[in-house]
């Protein structure tokens, strides 16, 4: 489990595509939003950000796992022509675990198409 809004996304997507390939495939990575005031004072990230750099980051996780050039153009992140290689083995990417136990996680997970931690 990583915090979301601590990772930069094209980074986070290219570590764990290379993961994805030497496991063959069996990279599930779980994702949450954090809570824990003195992590978003160290990392400089406003805490009111949290929810929307995480949804932003796995947005530009999808679409870099497909392994074609992309544009994103979000609140947070903005980049052009982008591409990340290794391309993962599993045919969507990873797949994505979204951390947390409260109805609005499990509604964010429902709505993204990813598994909750609660519902396992």
Do not use: C
């Amino acid at each position: 489990m990583l915090l979301g809004p601590f990772y930069h996304p094209l980074r986070l997507a290219e570590d764990a595509a290379l993961i994805d390939v030497i496991s063959n495939g069996r990279l599930r990575l779980g994702i949450g939003v954090g809570y824990r005031r003195e992590e978003f004072d160290i990392f400089q990230i406003p805490r009111n950000q949290r929810v929307g750099r995480t949804l932003e980051a796995i947005e530009i996780l999808k679409r870099a796992w497909t392994g074609e050039r992309f544009d994103f153009e979000g609140k947070r992140f903005n980049f052009k022509n982008a591409r990340v290689l290794p391309k993962p083995i599993s045919p969507k990417g990873p797949e994505l675990l979204w951390g947390g136990m409260n109805p609005e996680s499990i509604k964010r997970s429902a709505k993204h198409r990813m598994r909750s931690d609660a519902t396992q």
